[in-house]
C-alpha cells in the first residue's frame, strides 16, 4: 500500500511549498489537498499553478482532492456549511460551485480522487442539511463534472444518516448508476459509528480511498493512529481480507507542532507496513 498526508494538518493556515517539502521529507508519496479556501484559494489559478510546482519540486503526487465542506475553519472565524444535500437548492447549489471550482485542481494536476461528503455530520446539522434525494441528485452531478477528468467520486464515510457504510453501499448498489464513484473509508469515522471491521466488510466492493485517524470512540479527534481505541492490527487485517491495497492517507489534526505530527506519522507508516508484510 501506498502512504500520504492530507494538508488537513496544515487547514489553519496558508499551504505553502515548505509543507509539502516536510511532508516528502518524511517519507511520504502523495497528499490530499483539503479544498478550505483560507487554506488553499482553489479559485485561484495562480494557486493552482504554484501547487503545481511545489508538487513536481518535492516528488509528491496529488492523490485526491477534499471537496470544500466549510468556506473557514480558522477558530472563532464564522463560517458557512457546504451541504451536498440541503433541501434547498440556492444552498445545494453554491455547495456544487464550490465543488466544481476544487474540480478545477484536477484540470492543472493528475488527481484519481474527490472525496465528498453527502450532507454534514449529524451533531451539528440543520434539519434541511441531509436530504437523501438531495443528495444522490448532487452526487451524479458531481460525477458528471469529475468522470471526463479521469478523477473518480468517493463518498465518503461520516457521521449522519446518509453515510454510514451501509447506507453508502446501498446507494451505490440500487439508488445511483455511477460506475466510477465508489466509498471513501475513514477509518474514524466508522469507529464512532459502531463496528468498524464490520464497515470494512459492507464497503468491500466499493472502497476506493481512505482516511485514516483514531479517537476514543466517541469524538472526531483525528488523533494519530495508536492513540484510540482504534484496534489497527484488527483493521489492517481487514482491509487485506477484501482485497484493498490503495492508498492509506492519513487525516490528522494539527493540535501540535506539524513536523512532531508529521515524524509520528512516519513512525506510524512503518508500523502499519509491517503489519502488512
Request: overall charge negative; aromatic content about 6%.
Amino acid at each position: 500500500m501506498r502512504f500520504g498526508i492530507s494538508t488537513h494538518l496544515y487547514h489553519q493556515q496558508r499551504l505553502r511549498r515548505e509543507h509539502l517539502a516536510d511532508i516528502a521529507g518524511h517519507g511520504f508519496e502523495a497528499i490530499e489537498l483539503f479544498a478550505l479556501k483560507g487554506h488553499f484559494d482553489y479559485h485561484d489559478e495562480g494557486a493552482i499553478a504554484d501547487l503545481k510546482g511545489w508538487l513536481a519540486d518535492t516528488g509528491l503526487t496529488l492523490h485526491s482532492i477534499h471537496s470544500p465542506i466549510f468556506d473557514e475553519l480558522k477558530p472563532g472565524a464564522p463560517r458557512r456549511m457546504f451541504s451536498t444535500a440541503h433541501r434547498q437548492e440556492p444552498e445545494r447549489a453554491l455547495t456544487l460551485r464550490e465543488t466544481e471550482l476544487a474540480l478545477g485542481v484536477a484540470r492543472e494536476i493528475p488527481t484519481g480522487y474527490l472525496v465528498v461528503h453527502l450532507g454534514v455530520p449529524a451533531d451539528i446539522a440543520e434539519a434541511s442539511d441531509n436530504d437523501s434525494g438531495a443528495a444522490q441528485r448532487t452526487l451524479e452531478a458531481i460525477d458528471a463534472l469529475a468522470t471526463p477528468l479521469g478523477v473518480r467520486v468517493a463518498a465518503e464515510v461520516i457521521p449522519n444518516t446518509l453515510s454510514s457504510a451501509t447506507k453508502l453501499a446501498e446507494m451505490l448498489e440500487n439508488d445511483v448508476e455511477l460506475p466510477h464513484a465508489g466509498v471513501c473509508l475513514d477509518f474514524g469515522h466508522a469507529h464512532i459509528m459502531g463496528d468498524l471491521i464490520d464497515a470494512i466488510d459492507v464497503i468491500s466492493g466499493h472502497l476506493i480511498t481512505t482516511h485514516v485517524h483514531d479517537n476514543g470512540g466517541r469524538s472526531d479527534d483525528h488523533l494519530m493512529p495508536f492513540q484510540g481505541t482504534i484496534d489497527w492490527p484488527t483493521a489492517m487485517m481487514s482491509v487485506q481480507k477484501i482485497g484493498y491495497d490503495g492508498m492509506l492517507l492519513l487525516e490528522l489534526a494539527g493540535s501540535r507542532a506539524p513536523g512532531a505530527v508529521l515524524a509520528d506519522a512516519a513512525r506510524v507508516r512503518r508500523r502499519f507496513q509491517q503489519m502488512l508484510s
